[in-house]
């Protein structure tokens, strides 16, 4: 009895039909093979800052002069570029004469360019304490620092 319902489940669940040898079957999900490469521009990507949130904003507004470089004096209007600034001129005041020299350079009244933020490869932050602490110019800094501290409390 035992051996006619082993034959019988056997014959119920084994009903697929069989497929050529030389067909393959789909194989497991295995993860995808990334390159070093790949990988660290996955970490460099996760870890640095791009400008975003609250330090990010004035860098995204383009600080205090704004992203265009010049601004008509006529209409208050900003352009990024003096061709721009022409083409507004020509459609906008067609009457007056185009003069370049009249348009203000915005960048250089706010003290250069708009590009020095949070966001910016290069920008000047203030090191932390823990990244002072890694090498010895740092170390010596932090000396410094809190040889400081206590000579501002006597």
Same mark, same amino acid.
């Given at each position: 009895?035992?051996?006619?319902?082993?034959?019988?489940?056997?014959?119920?669940?084994?009903?697929?039909?069989?497929?050529?040898?030389?067909?393959?079957?789909?194989?497991?999900?295995?993860?995808?093979?990334?390159?070093?490469?790949?990988?660290?521009?996955?970490?460099?990507?996760?870890?640095?800052?791009?400008?975003?949130?609250?330090?990010?904003?004035?860098?995204?507004?383009?600080?205090?002069?704004?992203?265009?470089?010049?601004?008509?004096?006529?209409?208050?209007?900003?352009?990024?570029?003096?061709?721009?600034?022409?083409?507004?001129?020509?459609?906008?005041?067609?009457?007056?004469?185009?003069?370049? *020299?009249?348009?203000?350079?915005?960048? =250089?009244?706010?003290?250069?360019?708009?590009?020095?933020?949070? #966001? @910016?490869?290069? /920008? %000047?932050? *203030?090191?932390?304490?823990?990244?002072? =602490?890694?090498?010895?110019?740092?170390?010596?800094?932090?000396? #410094? @620092?809190?040889? /400081? %501290?206590?000579?501002?409390?006597?």
């Amino acid at each position: 009895l035992r051996d006619l319902l082993r034959r019988l489940f056997a014959a119920c669940v084994c009903r697929r039909p069989s497929l050529p040898p030389d067909t393959k079957m789909g194989g497991k999900a295995k993860p995808t093979k990334h390159s070093a490469k790949e990988i660290a521009k996955k970490v460099g990507e996760a870890t640095t800052n791009k400008g975003g949130g609250k330090a990010g904003l004035a860098d995204r507004k383009g600080g205090a002069a704004g992203h265009a470089k010049f601004k008509c004096p006529s209409c208050g209007i900003q352009s990024p570029s003096i061709k721009s600034a022409e083409m507004h001129w020509d459609s906008k005041h067609p009457k007056l004469p185009f003069v370049p *020299e009249d348009w203000s350079d915005m960048h =250089a009244a706010h003290g250069g360019v708009t590009t020095a933020g949070v #966001a @910016i490869k290069g /920008a %000047k932050n *203030e090191k932390t304490v823990h990244q002072l =602490a890694k090498t010895e110019a740092g170390r010596e800094k932090l000396k #410094a @620092i809190e040889a /400081a %501290k206590e000579a501002a409390k006597f």
